[in-house]
């Protein structure tokens, strides 16, 4: 493969982790106004290469849609420090063979995430980037509640409060990657072909159309952001080798309206 994957298949060690350190969405968690046609803030366009980063990466745009929900400007945040500090969770080891999601998310509350300029990555994982600057940076960008969401409904009302961002892992088939070459929209008849391994990447934002407006979910592959149709979350929601997750800084969650633009640039 041209591209890397990287997140390992959900287990029970996940599932009892998740079980024990997320929450059911609150039903008063709703838009507190009114909800935009579409909101797509501008988001770098990130390539993981061969390495086995996904999850990294997905934490890393994330959280940029974050700053921007936050602060109305643009951050990059650290893929090589998400995925690191998640691998120490997993196994502790060198090798780059992949982290679980339940792996993320414990590194995401206890471990926290810098910059990118921080922690830079280069095409290759590399421990030593790591730096003693970097774990001090990355203490005062800690998650603090993770929201367990079933169905579209649930990650659009998680969305559009602008409580934060969602993370996916998900099966990965042949079909997601010759669309990614196309057509950029994700539907259920690209599910289709061998399954390759399983992959985290982030819903940031959605497109307007239709009453079930189709998502955004971005790919760490260089290709940035693409059209996710409400039956692909709603089929996810129903296998039990798929997790999504919501990702907020707020330890007690409350609608909010995303900060006043001051950055208009769509970062490359």
Avoid at 17 to 46: Q, R, Y
Avoid at 77 to 94: H, I, M, N
Avoid at 102 to 123: H, I, M, N, V, Y
Avoid at 261 to 266: D, F, K, L
């Amino acid at each position: 493969m041209d591209f890397g994957l990287g997140l390992t298949p959900i287990d029970d060690c996940d599932r009892e982790w998740l079980d024990g350190n997320t929450i059911a969405l609150p039903a008063a968690c709703c838009a507190s106004g009114a909800i935009p046609d579409e909101f797509l803030p501008p988001l770098t366009k990130k390539n993981q290469r061969r390495t086995n980063t996904c999850a990294g990466h997905a934490d890393s745009t994330g959280r940029e849609y974050l700053n921007w929900i936050t602060t109305g400007t643009t951050e990059v945040y650290s893929a090589l420090a998400a995925y690191l500090f998640a691998k120490q969770r997993y196994d502790g080891s060198s090798r780059d063979n992949g982290t679980s999601i339940s792996s993320l998310f414990q590194a995401g509350q206890a471990d926290g995430l810098c910059r990118e300029e921080t922690c830079p990555f280069q095409g290759v994982v590399d421990r030593s980037a790591l730096t003693a600057a970097a774990i001090a940076e990355a203490k005062q960008h800690t998650h603090g509640t993770y929201v367990r969401l079933r169905g579209y409904d649930q990650v659009w009302q998680f969305l559009t409060a602008q409580l934060g961002f969602v993370i996916v892992g998900t099966k990965w088939f042949d079909g997601q990657t010759v669309q990614s070459l196309g057509d950029r929209r994700e539907t259920l008849a690209a599910m289709r072909g061998g399954l390759l391994g399983y992959h985290a990447r982030a819903i940031v934002g959605w497109y307007a159309g239709g009453d079930r407006r189709d998502l955004r979910i971005w790919n760490s592959h260089g290709d940035g952001g693409r059209r996710l149709a409400a039956e692909v979350v709603d089929d996810w929601s129903d296998d039990p080798m798929c997790e999504i997750i919501g990702c907020s800084e707020q330890t007690e969650l409350a609608p909010r309206q995303p900060a006043d633009p001051r950055n208009t640039e769509c970062l490359i």
